[in-house]
């Protein structure tokens, strides 16, 4: 797939005028053409907020747009593009080649020399991989190009290194149901809009519209688009009816991700609901990722290690009821299988809680990399010849199960430098009280045969 890209030297009020009057859709002929017509992120563009006063003073530096669909990041790039004396590249592009990407930094480069500026506007930039990326790096270190860039994803992840430190990272927030309602009543005034039609809609469908949106001004300008189209036209006026509103809105996108930070977000927060003991927030953080669209068994293998992550020896029965889960998921699917994770999720909430497998095994892990060139006691190897028999493998061993209470106490099983470490601290919770007990009882009894 080739790059895709504009460049603009004429003015921006000019094409965006020409977009408006075009009969394209009403989000792009609704984009707003300055700061004041922005809906939302009065935190970043209110009066005397440090992005306005950027972009007011034509002082605009690389910079990125960190935010979830449809809340102005490509919006603020056009206004920046209607406010700058600078020529303004549009990149858009799934994947692009090094060479055309060069080819355009070349040019910027030339216009810098000439004391020209040029404003490159990366759309998706986390879909650009690191060679990409590295590509416009030189010439955003040497100011032969601002770079803005805008992203769904969490930039930390994927945006370089070396490129995020020369950016500043702006924070894009979702627009509140007031923010949605006034856009759209906006888009039934402007001549843009519908304002050159009679459209009737009630307020309560509109506000029913902004909460459909989901805090997206995109969908929520297309769903209205969508409404109006398909409202009652008797040559003079359209009259929205609530049956058409439920219609266009009866089916809601969930914001979720399968491969973003939505998707770690989410299944983060099932984990600590269910940690927390919280039924009701575990449930609904289920239901939220299973109606997504969510693999099944993505969660069922997430619920099977919070089984011995989170609860462990406080309840035995817990793995079981996590791989069962698993197996129910892998059996029937999707829809039929919501049920048997819901019960799986629930008993793990109300399970009692212990971490002390997890901090077992990183206590270990911890001296296991740092000790990994320890022998084996020679008394716990494996002696499958005669001439390890003759090294002393297995000498001394003891077998268990013939020894008095089935331990042999005197026998050391840990390398030398690690004698008399312990890893497992178990709690009291549920019946991990009898693991402890028995432990207590075993440690007590090495003691005394080392003594």
């Not at 020409?18 to 935190?43: I, K, S």
């Not at 973003?260 to 600590?272: D, M, P, Q, V």
Request: proline share 4%; with cysteine.
């Amino acid at each position: 797939m080739q790059l895709s890209f504009e460049e603009y030297d004429e003015p921006a009020e000019e094409r965006d005028e020409e977009t408006a009057t075009m009969g394209g859709p009403l989000a792009a002929r609704m984009r707003p053409r300055t700061l004041d017509e922005v809906a939302g992120q009065q935190h970043l563009i209110g009066p005397g907020k440090v992005l306005r006063r950027i972009i007011e003073a034509d002082q605009v530096q690389s910079m990125i747009f960190w935010g979830p669909p449809g809340v102005g990041k490509t919006t603020l790039a056009r206004v920046i593009a209607h406010q700058t004396k600078a020529t303004f590249v549009d990149f858009s592009a799934v994947t692009s080649g090094i060479k055309e990407i060069r080819e355009i930094m070349k040019r910027a480069d030339a216009k810098s020399r000439a004391g020209a500026r040029t404003i490159v506007f990366i759309d998706e930039i986390h879909r650009f991989n690191k060679a990409q990326q590295d590509a416009f790096l030189p010439f955003v270190e040497k100011g032969a190009i601002t770079l803005i860039g805008a992203t769904t994803e969490n930039p930390s992840f994927e945006v370089n290194g070396a490129l995020l430190s020369r950016c500043k990272v702006f924070v894009l927030k979702a627009l509140s149901e007031d923010e949605i309602a006034s856009l759209l009543r906006r888009a039934l005034d402007d001549p843009r809009g519908f304002g050159e039609q009679h459209v009737v809609l009630d307020n309560e469908l509109l506000l029913a519209i902004a909460r459909f949106s989901n805090g997206d001004a995109r969908t929520a300008l297309s769903t209205l688009e969508m409404v109006v189209l398909n409202g009652d036209d008797d040559g003079s006026t359209v009259t929205v009816t609530p049956e058409v509103v439920e219609q266009c809105t009866s089916q809601k996108s969930l914001l979720y991700d399968k491969m973003g930070e939505e998707h770690y977000n989410i299944i983060s927060a099932l984990h600590k609901s269910m940690r927390n003991s919280d039924p009701d927030a575990a449930v609904y953080w289920l239901a939220r990722m299973l109606e997504a669209g969510e693999d099944p068994l993505y969660i069922a293998r997430r619920i099977t290690r919070f089984a011995s992550e989170d609860v462990g020896l406080a309840d035995t029965n817990a793995l079981n009821v996590a791989v069962n889960a698993f197996h129910a998921c892998h059996f029937i699917g999707m829809p039929e299988c919501s049920v048997h994770l819901t019960e799986a999720v629930v008993y793990l909430s109300l399970a009692p809680k212990s971490n002390s497998m997890e901090v077992a095994y990183l206590r270990a892990k911890a001296d296991a990399l740092t000790t990994m060139a320890e022998p084996v006691p020679l008394v716990i190897r494996n002696a499958p010849t005669r001439l390890m028999k003759d090294l002393g493998y297995g000498s001394g061993y003891q077998y268990a199960h013939d020894m008095e209470g089935k331990v042999a106490a005197d026998m050391q099983c840990l390398p030398d430098s690690l004698v008399g470490t312990e890893y497992y601290t178990p709690t009291e919770e549920g019946r991990e009280g009898l693991f402890k007990a028995r432990l207590e009882q075993l440690r007590e009894l090495r003691k005394h045969a080392s003594e």
